[in-house]
Antibody
Framework: QVQLQESGPGLVKPSETLSLTCSVS????????WNWIRQSPGKGLEWIAY???????NYNPSLKSRVTISVDPSKNQVSLTLRSVTAADTAVYYC????????????WGQGTLVTVSS | QSVLTQPPSVSGAPGQRVTISCSGS?????????AHWYQQLPGTAPKLLIY???KRPSGVPDRFSGSKSGTSASLAITGLQAEDEADYYC?????????????FGGGTKVTVL
């Protein structure tokens, strides 16, 4: 059974860079799209970005200028970097898998809460 | 303002049937992109409930069903149970000048009376 586990700092200062890692176990990163999705407190889901294991990327236009997603097949990890954070970036960040054939997210991590505050 | 529009809340008594709508446009559901639905229980990550408009992953009770027509999709829960109290989100893709991107509805809170 595939499992996804997000990790990263729980607190980031305004204007700094947020870096998160998603560790994938029980399966390979190959042949899937790897996504980051966030949920601000009490709000809905917001897709951030995806990366296909071969390197193709796609970013939410509203975040594209500040986001970088990467995949390390050797470590079975997916990473997210979000630059110049503000309080509006406070959210639970989820890693999610999307099969190449489908356009839905069939596996999710438990999420990690990131608070942006000085 | 979500690209896909859902009602903020719906409610029903145990055993009743409730439906949740997901309204899109010609650039997403109307363009042929499928609708997918997720259930998010309090304090947990979303879980895939319905994919490709009407298909249920293994383990999802057949009380949950989905449909899509034109620019709208809907999720129905029949025989509502207390454990169905959760937030539900629809998801699809949207085509823009910058490419196609994932979009979610704003979410619907289901309350079991």
């Amino acid at each position: 059974q595939v499992q996804l586990q997000e990790s990263g700092p729980g607190l980031v200062k305004p204007s700094e860079t947020l870096s998160l890692t998603c560790s994938v176990s029980g399966g390979s990163i190959s042949s899937y799209y790897w996504n980051w999705i966030r949920q601000s407190p009490g709000k809905g889901l917001e897709w951030i970005a995806y990366m296909y294991y071969s390197g193709t990327t796609n970013y939410n236009p509203s975040l594209k200028s500040r986001v970088t997603i990467s995949v390390d097949p050797s470590k079975n990890q997916v990473s997210l970097t979000l630059r110049s954070v503000t309080a509006a970036d406070t959210a639970v960040y989820y890693c999610a898998r999307r099969a190449a054939a489908g356009r839905n997210f069939d596996h999710w991590g438990q999420g990690t809460l990131v608070t942006v505050s000085s | 303002q979500s690209v896909l529009t859902q009602p903020p809340s719906v409610s029903g008594a145990p055993g009743q049937r409730v439906t949740i709508s997901c309204s899109g446009s010609s650039s997403n559901l109307g363009a042929g992109y499928d609708a997918h639905w997720y259930q998010q229980l309090p304090g947990t990550a979303p879980k895939l409930l319905i994919y490709a408009n009407s298909k249920r992953p293994s383990g999802v009770p057949d009380r949950f069903s989905g449909s899509k027509s034109g620019t709208s999709a809907s999720l129905a829960i029949t025989g509502l149970q207390a454990e169905d109290e959760a937030d539900y989100y629809c998801q699809s893709f949207d085509s823009t000048l910058s490419g196609s991107h994932v979009v979610f509805g704003g979410g619907t809170k289901v309350t079991v009376l």
